[in-house]
């Protein structure tokens, strides 16, 4: 009986600990990652080329 409590305790608190990974901390990508979950700043550089430099296509 004390063998079968340690054993589900074990197997709670690897889920637990799999409850609190996100695509952050795992190997999953944030695609993946489901609604409400943070994405990485920008770090408030807009996107496109230097400004004022020539364009050449």
Wanted: net charge positive; charged share 25%; glycine share 12%.
């Amino acid at each position: 009986m004390t063998a079968q409590v340690k054993a589900l305790t074990a197997r709670v608190a690897e889920w637990e600990a799999r409850l609190r990974q996100d695509s952050s901390n795992s190997s999953r990508p944030p695609s993946l990652a489901g609604p409400g979950t943070k994405r990485q700043p920008t770090g408030g550089r807009r996107p496109g080329g230097q400004f004022g430099h020539k364009q050449s296509t």
